[in-house]
């Protein structure tokens, strides 16, 4: 069996039904021995209160739960006294993010960038949380030049991070050069790919186009050639994704990070191709 750390990503449900969905499927995944299930925080903390109830429900369970958290358009004393609700709750793992301003609001708040958020959780709280943070093989959209951007990853590791998540990908040497070009400006820090598995190919462009991630040419040509044939589709995805995880695990990739959109199948799937399960 392959030994390789996974983790599984969801996102707050916002129905009754979406919340009972969601616990069938953390209870699939659950299966597969993630070292923990992290959960999404909205848009200037749009989901704050759903974000924590789901993530109280998953560490009463007994799994590992690691909220995100945003610092854009929030307040020290608001990140505090949420910093507070999840110590108490037992949480020991947080992924600190920057995060997006809700449209329509111009107040970016009292943190500017991540490592601001980064530093102040490790003032306010010591040791007491892991924090992830976010990594971008393809560079963030927003980012001057690929050279600001891992600046900013630099600042990001040094205020106190003790891992880095990246942005899902599709082109393995993206990875491998990020890696290379963190480790050149000496830093150590464990780098774990994110896998978004692919059910469909035109919510995958629509996503991929809003975040700058990229989707190969030959990967493209070849989803579109196939139609509405979701069976297809799925079957492309599945091999292409897979492929992707055993070339990161042979490269020495300290685990795998899914986006599993609140489903099951398709992370099961590859974690059992991947003799992951």
């Excluded at 974000?51 to 608001?78: M, N, W, Y």
């Excluded at 040497?173 to 978004?196: C, N, Q, S, T, W």
Aim: aromatic fraction near 10%; charge should be negative.
């Amino acid at each position: 069996m392959n030994h390789t750390e996974i983790s599984i990503e969801f996102f707050p449900p916002t129905t009754a039904e979406g919340a009972e969905k969601l616990r069938t499927t953390r209870d699939r995944l659950a299966a597969l021995k993630p070292a923990f299930f992290s959960v999404t925080y909205g848009a200037g903390g749009s989901t704050r209160e759903r974000t924590f109830a789901t993530v109280k429900e998953i560490a009463a369970a007994g799994f590992e739960a690691a909220p995100h958290l945003s610092c854009v358009g929030s307040t020290r004393d608001s990140i505090r006294e949420i910093l507070q609700e999840y110590a108490e709750a037992g949480i020991r793992r947080i992924v600190a993010l920057r995060g997006d301003l809700p449209s329509g609001v111009g107040d970016a708040g009292e943190f500017r960038y991540a490592n601001e958020l980064v530093e102040f959780i490790r003032a306010e709280t010591g040791d007491r949380f892991s924090i992830e943070v976010a990594a971008y093989p393809e560079w963030h959209p927003q980012a001057r030049s690929p050279k600001d951007d891992l600046l900013a990853f630099k600042r990001k590791a040094e205020a106190g991070a003790n891992s880095a998540i990246t942005q899902y990908f599709y082109n393995f040497d993206a990875y491998l050069h990020f890696v290379d070009e963190v480790r050149k400006m000496g830093l150590d820090l464990p780098i774990v790919p994110g896998i978004m598995p692919i059910g469909s190919f035109s919510k995958l462009a629509r996503f991929s186009d809003a975040c700058g991630a990229e989707i190969p040419r030959w990967m493209r040509r070849k989803f579109e050639a196939f139609g509405d044939d979701s069976d297809s589709i799925r079957a492309f995805g599945l091999d292409v994704v897979t492929e992707l995880c055993s070339k990161l695990i042979a490269a020495g990739a300290p685990g795998l990070h899914f986006y599993s959109m609140n489903q099951a199948a398709l992370t099961t799937e590859i974690c059992k191709r991947l003799d992951l399960a």
